[in-house]
């Protein structure tokens, strides 16, 4: 149980497209997502809070412009990266929490972007 | 503020060697919450356990076990007789509670444990 998945697992683009994300919870409801994004070596950074039926909450230096999240489902948030350039290459994970006594975070197996 | 700190960098044992992830943590709150995941190669976090502040009985799974210590704000994992599959990224983690702040993690640095054969 407690399965997400991400889709694609690798996307390559040209600078100045958009790219979608999807982050499905597939054996479980939840209500809150998170966007993380992570460098090569270092640790997992929050990028925002996504709650299904309601505006996702952006961590500080996080463009909401830039990176539009949509929780249309309990277990579907999409994140697009807008407008993408080389600097916006990275690797992109979600996660969903279970609404359970447990509130833990699952996590997706994670999206390479790569921006030309 | 809260906060995590893996001071390991990166760890290296021959297999069949126990070794320990250390983790220290700083919170206000008096509720919250610990995790340890683990990010092997393919990226993928995997979730390996999670304790409440209330609950300071140290975990057993397998050959993983977990110390939690509220004295010294410390969560430290070990592995006894590392094997090669263990190789991989260890992240420490907390949470408040999902009224505080929606529950949100915050990561340590993470571990790169690398076990040779």
């Known amino acids: 149980g407690a399965v997400v998945s991400q889709h694609p697992s690798r996307v390559i683009c040209k600078s100045g497209t958009s790219v979608k994300i999807e982050c499905r919870s597939l054996d479980f409801q939840a209500t809150t997502m998170f966007w993380y994004r992570q460098f090569p070596k270092q640790s997992l950074m929050l990028m925002a809070t996504?709650?299904?039926?309601?505006?996702?909450?952006?961590e500080q230096g996080v463009e909401k412009d830039k990176f539009l999240i949509n929780h249309a489902s309990l277990t579907l948030s999409t994140l697009t990266v807008t407008s993408a350039h080389p600097e916006d290459s990275s690797f992109y994970i979600c996660?969903?929490?279970?609404?359970?006594?447990?509130?833990?975070?699952?996590f997706g197996p994670g999206t390479r972007l790569t921006v030309l | 503020a809260q906060k995590v700190t893996q001071a390991q960098t990166e760890i290296s044992v021959v297999e069949k060697e126990d070794v320990t992830l250390d983790c220290v943590y700083e919170t206000r709150d008096t509720t919250y919450y610990l995790f340890w995941y683990k990010q092997p190669p393919s990226g993928e976090l995997v979730f390996l356990i999670r304790?409440?502040?209330?609950?300071?009985q140290n975990e057993i799974s397998g050959r993983y076990s977990w110390n939690f210590q509220k004295s010294t704000s410390s969560f430290n994992f070990t592995i006894t007789a590392s094997q090669v599959v263990d190789s991989a990224v260890y992240f420490c983690a907390l949470s408040a509670p999902i009224y505080n702040q929606g529950g949100k993690l915050i990561f340590g640095q993470g571990t790169e444990l690398s076990v040779k054969p």
């Open positions: 996660s969903a929490r279970e609404q359970s006594s447990t509130d833990t975070q699952y």
């Open positions: 304790r409440n502040s209330f609950d300071e």
């Open positions: 996504s709650n299904e039926g309601s505006k996702a909450t952006y």
